[in-house]
């Protein structure tokens, strides 16, 4: 069973910084896409991050210059740094893993296959 697990999510100050870990079990992230999405309370979910063939990588227009997403393929673990924090990055984030491999990078949340449970990010003012 695949396997998709969340850390680093906490309470910070606005302008701080997080960093976001996804291990993955079962799916390798060397032969499947994945991205980070993100859900705040009464809304939808939204695409962060995705990194698809080759490292290519697409970033949402919000969090683009402030986030960035990266792979340790030894590791099997992926990775969300997130920089200069605001109110509105308040969400719960979640790893998601495709096996579809693709440039540009696939960032419809209905195009994944596997999802982990999410870590709770809040950014206080």
């Known amino acids: 069973q695949v396997y998709l697990e969340e850390s680093g999510g906490g309470l910070v100050q606005s302008g701080d910084s997080l960093k976001l870990s996804c291990t993955a079990s079962v799916v390798t992230f060397s032969t499947h896409a994945m991205a980070w999405f993100r859900q705040a309370p009464g809304k939808e979910r939204e695409i962060v991050a995705a990194?698809?063939?080759?490292?290519?990588?697409a970033y949402s227009d919000d969090v683009k210059d402030r986030f960035t997403a990266s792979i340790d393929y030894v590791k099997n673990t992926a990775y969300l740094q997130m920089n200069s924090l605001k109110p509105d990055d308040t969400a719960v984030y979640l790893c998601a893993a495709a096996r579809t491999l693709s440039v540009p990078p696939i960032t419809t949340a209905g195009d994944y296959n596997y999802w982990g449970q999410g870590t709770s990010v809040t950014v206080a003012s």
């Open positions: 990194v698809g063939r080759n490292g290519h990588k």
